[in-house]
C-alpha cells in the first residue's frame, strides 16, 4: 500500500498534510488489494500473462499515465493553493504527487539494502514510447543524427563508400637508406 499511494504521502509530507490521508478512502484500498491479489495469486499466473500482453499493458500504459497525469495536476492546484508565489515548489510538489512511487522505491530498496545505482529511474526512464517503439534511450535516434552529421560519421561513410570500389595497391615503401624496397631487391637480383 505504500507503493500503491506513494505520490500522495510524499505530497502529503511536503505540504503538511496527515500522512494517513490517502487511506481514508476504503474503495481504493479494496481495489488495490484486489489487483495486487489478482496478480501475485491466480492460477498459472494467467492475470500477470494477460496484463504483460502487448495490447493489454499498451493500454494500463496509457491509463496509468493518463492517472498520473491527474495527480501532477492536482498536486499542482493544491500547492498552488497554499503557495501562490512560490513556483518552484508548485513545481517540486506535483512532480512529486505525480512521480512518487519512482522516489519512494529508491528509498525502499535503500533499505531493504539492494539499492543498485543503475537501476535509478533517472538513469533509466520509463517511457512508453520505449514499449511502443523499442527505444530505451529517448535521444539515442537524435544523437545517432547529430553523430552521423557533425562528428564525421557520414564523412566517414562517403569515404568508404568511394573507396570500396577501387582495389588497394601496394605502394613501395621506402627502406631506411631512403631507397624503395622494390628497388633493393632489384640491385640485389643483379648482385647475383
Avoid at 496527515?18 to 492475470?47: C, E, G, M, Q, S
Avoid at 496509457?62 to 513545481?91: F, M, Q, S
Avoid at 514499449?131 to 534511450?137: K, L, P, Y
Amino acid at each position: 500500500m505504500l507503493m500503491c499511494f506513494s505520490g500522495s504521502i510524499l505530497g502529503n509530507l511536503l505540504i503538511g498534510e496527515p500522512l494517513v490521508t490517502p487511506f481514508k478512502h476504503h474503495r481504493d484500498i479494496l481495489l488495490a488489494t484486489a489487483i495486487w491479489y489478482v496478480i501475485n495469486y491466480f492460477p498459472f499466473d494467467l492475470a500477470y500473462k494477460v496484463a504483460k500482453f502487448a495490447p493489454v499493458h499498451l493500454v494500463v500504459c496509457i491509463v496509468k499515465e493518463v492517472h498520473r497525469t491527474r495527480k501532477i495536476y492536482d498536486g499542482v492546484g493544491v500547492a498552488y493553493k497554499l503557495y501562490p508565489n512560490a513556483y518552484l515548489i508548485v513545481i517540486a510538489i506535483g512532480v512529486f504527487k505525480g512521480s512518487g512511487y519512482l522516489e519512494m522505491r529508491l528509498f525502499e530498496r535503500l533499505i531493504r539494502g539492494i539499492w543498485i545505482p543503475a537501476s535509478n529511474e533517472f538513469l533509466q526512464p520509463s517511457l512508453l514510447s520505449s514499449m511502443i517503439i523499442g527505444i530505451h534511450d529517448p535521444f539515442l535516434p537524435f544523437e545517432n543524427i547529430f553523430c552521423s552529421l557533425f562528428l564525421g560519421g557520414l564523412a566517414d561513410a562517403l569515404k568508404r563508400a568511394t573507396t570500396s570500389g577501387k582495389p588497394i595497391q601496394a605502394s613501395a615503401a621506402p627502406n631506411n637508406n631512403g631507397s624503395s624496397s622494390t628497388a633493393g631487391k632489384t640491385k640485389e637480383k643483379k648482385n647475383e
